[in-house]
């Protein structure tokens, strides 16, 4: 991506609308600019990519040292934090079965198209 600032953003705007634009006016709006413009970070991965099928949604993955400050503002009780990893442990559990049965059900179709019978003698003939 080149390099995008507010002044580089700010000449393509359309000349007689710059022109009649008081300074404070152009001001303002290369600061509203900038405010939009997404700032550098210091991380090792920034994956921005979307959905095809929906363009609303998106996903932002950043991997890099973490520099917001470590203490939480709540403390877990024993028994919340008991519960929140037996959660989690089910919550992967459930992905990790929807994943295999996916897979089961595709080779399964896969199976059935190429016409393989894995057991000869299942059906009444």
Not at 17 to 25: F, V
Not at 57 to 82: C, D, N, P, Q
Not at 95 to 108: E, G, K, P, Q, R
């Amino acid at each position: 991506m080149k390099n995008l600032n507010e002044d580089v953003i700010f000449e393509k705007m359309n000349p007689l609308i710059k022109d009649s634009m008081t300074n404070e006016q152009k001001r303002e709006t290369k600061k509203l600019i900038s405010c939009a413009l997404p700032k550098a970070t210091k991380k090792i991965v920034n994956l921005n990519f979307d959905f095809w099928f929906f363009k609303m949604f998106y996903i932002t993955i950043y991997l890099g040292s973490e520099k917001r400050k470590m203490e939480r503002k709540f403390t877990l009780t024993k028994l919340s934090h008991i519960l929140f990893i037996m959660f989690s442990t089910f919550l992967v559990f459930l992905v990790i079965a929807s994943v295999l049965t996916a897979i089961f059900l595709a080779l399964y179709y896969i199976k059935s198209l190429i016409g393989i019978d894995l057991f000869q003698f299942h059906l009444l003939r």
